[in-house]
């Protein structure tokens, strides 16, 4: 008899293109540091947490949230294997996974980069920001650096006119951003 990681398994390579396991891949690799072998460690531990909820109220939120914080996104082979497991209809995790803007099923960078577009921000040049970071780092909204270092959000307002233009990495918070400053910014983080 197959225990539920190898379950899981087959699961994701029989619903996942060669393009989505080379993503999952680098993602276990890039956030374990122990290499693709520990991907069977990561999904043991979402199996875990799936094992842990009983079937309680509010689980699939939990579930979730904890399968994102160990793989960095939600790819479809997590997905389908949550609503499996928990018995929720793979419609209502993808309606909660949309409804949510914490929840990402495309791969993030290492840093999320935000770019505040928000009225201030975009008037004092939000604008040129995004033009630098397309232009010196090949990033455009919802993209990652081919090294997987940088993602790029816009966002509607940071809360920080006063320094317009903004720019938020991780939970850093950088004001009066020049775009010719962008590129210094950023390789302050390895």
């Known amino acids: 008899m197959k225990t539920k990681i190898q379950q899981l398994e087959e699961i994701i390579?029989?619903?996942?293109?060669?393009?989505?396991?080379?993503?999952i891949e680098r993602v276990i690799r890039n956030t374990s540091?122990?290499?693709i072998g520990y991907g069977g460690k990561v999904f043991g531990e979402i199996q875990n947490v799936i094992n842990d909820t009983g079937g309680k109220a509010g689980a699939l939120i939990r579930?979730?949230?904890?399968?994102?914080?160990?793989?960095?996104?939600?790819?479809?082979?997590?997905?389908?294997?949550?609503?499996?497991?928990?018995?929720?209809?793979l419609s209502e995790v993808y309606g909660i996974i949309s409804f949510y803007h914490f929840f990402s099923m495309k791969p993030k960078g290492k840093y999320v980069v935000?770019?505040?577009?928000?009225?201030?921000?975009?008037?004092?040049?939000?604008?040129?920001?995004?033009e630098a970071l397309k232009r010196d780092w090949q990033l455009e909204p919802?993209?990652?650096?081919?090294d997987g270092r940088f993602s790029l959000e816009i966002v509607r307002c940071i809360g920080a006119c006063g320094l317009s233009p903004v720019i938020a990495i991780g939970t850093?918070?950088?004001?009066?951003?020049?775009?010719?400053?962008?590129?210094?910014?950023?390789?302050?983080y390895d």
């Open 13 to 23: 390579k029989q619903a996942s293109s060669q393009e989505e396991l080379a993503e």
């Open 33 to 35: 540091g122990k290499g």
């Open 63 to 89: 579930v979730l949230q904890q399968a994102q914080g160990l793989v960095g996104y939600l790819p479809t082979p997590v997905i389908a294997t949550i609503a499996r497991d928990l018995k929720v209809p």
């Open 114 to 130: 935000q770019v505040c577009m928000g009225t201030s921000c975009y008037v004092k040049g939000g604008d040129k920001i995004m």
């Open 142 to 146: 919802g993209g990652i650096t081919s």
């Open 172 to 188: 850093d918070i950088h004001g009066r951003v020049k775009p010719s400053k962008v590129s210094d910014i950023l390789d302050t």
